[in-house]
Each structure stands twice: as structure tokens, then as C-alpha cells.
């Protein structure tokens, strides 16, 4: 199975700064016949499931704010958010699905500094 | 728009079965592949399996191989999932995951969870 290997596994980042999350992949997820990373970006904050930021590595899903942006290619990730602010405060999960199982990171907190 | 609605809590002893259900609604029942996805207490997040809710093709994780079964009723837009010979380290939440248009294994919707504690 693919390892999903993300750091820090936790984040302290004052109002309206910038938040880094990076994840790496034990084996590339980019499939090379259509120049695609197989990889996905999850928020849950606690009491309810994961939510979809981030799809194809930098993708954003329709209603997601733009300050939440990834990327990165082949093994290495990174979704940044611009701007944080306190709705924020969460865990991110990233997650490839380049082939079967798809594999989660093991997760980075982020709170307020 | 699109609703996964899950079965309540559940309290199971080891050795015993759990099924947990998945609602949909919202969307075309039959043309999105359902996940299962379970998240241990303070852990990350694990893959189960996958079902075609047309066909009702299913593809498991290794894992969980010869104890998991998913099934689904397309005259209720429902899925399921039981899990047997229970034990302590089956312990969590349980949710259900759509998966996107073109079958990619990303999750774009899920359930509100279905804890499930094993516990003597």
C-alpha cells in the first residue's frame, strides 16, 4: 500500500497567516498517461466527516474559498492556505487515490497561534 | 442536494455482526460508486471497500476481506455495510463516502458517521 506521510503533525498560525501543510507519497501518484496527481485534500473538523478541499492535487471543490490552494507533483504535496482564519481551525487529511487501497495521511492540526 | 444518511449508534459484543446503512438522496443513486470509510477514536481515516450501487459490484480492502460484506437496495437508495466477527480494534466510526463522476476513489459527500463501539 501506498504510505501517506504528512507534516507537521501539528500547526500554530496566527489570523490571517499563512498555514502549511505538506504531504508525501511513498510512491508517485502522478499517472503519466493523462498528467494527473492522484490526490485529494480533506478538512474535518470535530463531530463531523472529513470535507473535500482539494481534488487532482489542485482542484478546488465548488464552494471551497480560494484561500485554500494545493500543489505539488509525483510523490510531494502542499495545500496552503492563504489567509487563515478562525472557521480554519481543523484537521486536514490528505489521501491518493492513485490506485487500491486509497491511503490517508495520518493528519496535521491546525489551530490558532 | 446530496444527503447520506446513516443508521444510529451502535453497541456490539465480540465475536457479534453490525450492519450499518447509508441513505442517499439528492443525486442519481445508481451512478456514483459508494465508499466506506472508518475513522478508529483519535485515529485517521481507513478504507474499507466500495460498491457499484447499479450493479452491485463490490471491491474490498485485504484487510477487512473475508469479514466485510456490502450490499444495497436500489429501491431505497440505500447501501450497506456489515461487518463480522467483531473485536475491540473494530471500535469506531463508520461513514459512507460518495465517490466522484468519473469513479475516481476521492469522496466529494459523506455520511454524518455510524459509531460503533465492541466492547464485553
Known amino acids: 500500500d501506498t504510505v501517506m506521510t504528512q507534516s507537521p503533525d501539528s500547526l500554530a498560525v496566527s489570523l490571517g497567516e499563512r498555514a502549511t501543510i505538506n504531504c508525501k507519497s511513498s510512491?508517485?501518484?502522478?499517472?503519466?498517461?493523462?498528467?494527473?496527481?492522484?490526490l485529494a485534500w480533506y478538512q474535518q473538523k470535530p463531530g463531523q466527516p472529513p470535507k473535500l478541499l482539494i481534488y487532482?492535487?489542485?482542484t478546488r471543490e465548488s464552494g471551497v474559498p480560494d484561500r485554500f490552494s494545493g500543489s505539488g507533483s509525483g510523490t510531494d504535496f502542499t495545500l496552503t492556505i492563504s489567509s487563515l482564519q478562525a472557521e480554519d481551525v481543523a484537521l486536514y487529511y490528505c489521501q491518493h487515490y492513485y490506485s487500491t487501497p486509497p491511503t490517508f495521511g495520518q493528519g496535521t492540526k491546525l489551530e490558532i497561534k | 442536494q446530496v444527503q447520506l444518511v446513516q443508521s444510529g449508534a451502535e453497541v456490539k459484543k465480540p465475536g457479534a455482526s453490525v450492519k450499518v446503512s447509508c441513505k442517499a438522496s439528492?443525486?442519481?443513486?445508481?451512478?456514483?460508486?459508494m465508499h466506506w470509510v472508518r475513522q478508529a477514536p483519535g485515529q485517521g481515516l481507513e478504507w474499507m471497500g466500495i460498491?457499484?450501487?447499479?450493479?452491485?459490484?463490490?471491491s474490498y480492502a485485504q484487510k477487512f476481506q473475508d469479514r466485510v460484506t456490502m450490499t444495497r437496495d436500489t429501491s431505497t437508495s440505500t447501501v450497506y455495510l456489515e461487518l463480522s466477527s467483531l473485536r475491540s480494534e473494530d471500535t469506531a466510526v463508520y461513514y459512507c463516502?460518495?465517490?466522484?463522476?468519473?469513479?475516481?476513489?476521492?469522496?466529494?459527500?459523506w455520511g454524518q458517521g455510524t459509531p460503533v463501539t465492541v466492547s464485553s
Open positions: 487532482w492535487a489542485s
Open positions: 510512491q508517485s501518484v502522478l499517472y503519466s498517461s493523462n498528467n494527473k496527481n492522484y
Open positions: 463516502a460518495k465517490g466522484e463522476a468519473a469513479g475516481a476513489y476521492y469522496f466529494d459527500y
Open positions: 439528492g443525486y442519481t443513486f445508481t451512478s456514483y460508486y
Open positions: 460498491i457499484n450501487p447499479s450493479g452491485g459490484s463490490t
